[in-house]
């Protein structure tokens, strides 16, 4: 099979690229390396391998390279909570337009690839709800800005995904992605569990926002593409948003705990202020946790790893490039 990958050098779009190439598929990854980096790609061979620096918006040979694809996953997005608080406008335009050039594309080329569009958790926005299904209602605030553009550009992508199936019969599959965590997940734009893990190796405070009693579910990313190849080739999976995810629920403070613990790390624990870590206007999300009934129906997917397995992998893999004081080698 001939998979393409927009945003292929992310978090996740690297983790579908070892996935299919480790299956013996062909792999195309683009990306205009705006947060993802080309070192994610160590160590793949390149004989069924291929990385182009391009941006959605323009990159020329996305016709060339649709027409070729047998699957795609569009993940080319702005993401990570400081660059969608500091980049408002790439945030719609990127994660809006491309969506839209992509799919243009798609119906241009006469073919029906399998087409994966990453939507987000963050589509729930402040939703009440403890369990969150895919008919739950939506909440969102305005004045939270960035933030509830980013939610909205994501929901955006769904009705657009929903739009051309029922227009041009696409084979559409659209997951509602929550919190990945794994190897080669950067805590630069956020994203908690990279940056526990780089504290608690350095022997620096573990940075816990607000009074750490707000939660999240995490999924290690290799069952988090897993998952989503389960649903890109299951046609009754098509054209409807699925959460995936982990439905395990835990506080950050008992994560921060939790990676000190089976890192061995003697780092305290620092308390600070939201306004501190991400501006005075800033409102935290306080729980979201998928039900992941719906993925369950539709493929027979079972997570493999638990979360004490992936923060021992990650303590693992960067044991060795850490130097005291926190800078990553
Ligand atoms: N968080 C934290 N310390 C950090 C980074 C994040 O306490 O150094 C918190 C953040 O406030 C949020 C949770 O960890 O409550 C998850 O943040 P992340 O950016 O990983 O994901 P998201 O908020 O998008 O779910």
New binding site residues.
Partial sequence: MKVLITGGAGFIGSHLAEYHLAKGDTVTAVDDLSTGSKDVFKGFKPDRFTFVEGDILTWKDLDREVKRADRIYHMAAVV??VRVLREPVEVTRVNVLGTERLLESVVRSHHLPELVIASS??VYGHTKQELLGEESEFIFRPEQGGLTGYAISKLTNEIQAMAYRHIHGLPITIPRLF?AVGPRQS?NY????P??IKQALSGIPL????D?T?T?SFCDVRDTVRALALLAENPKAWGQPVNVGNAREIT?LDLARLVIERSGSSSPIEF?T?AR??GSEFR??TQ?RPSIERLQELTDFRHSWSLEQTIDDLIRRNSDRIVPQGRLL
């Fill in positions: 990570g909570i958790s963050s919190n805590g956020g994203f908690v569990l940056r526990f940075t816990v926002y607000g750490g707000q999240r950050i600070i939201y870590g991400y935290q999300t979201r």
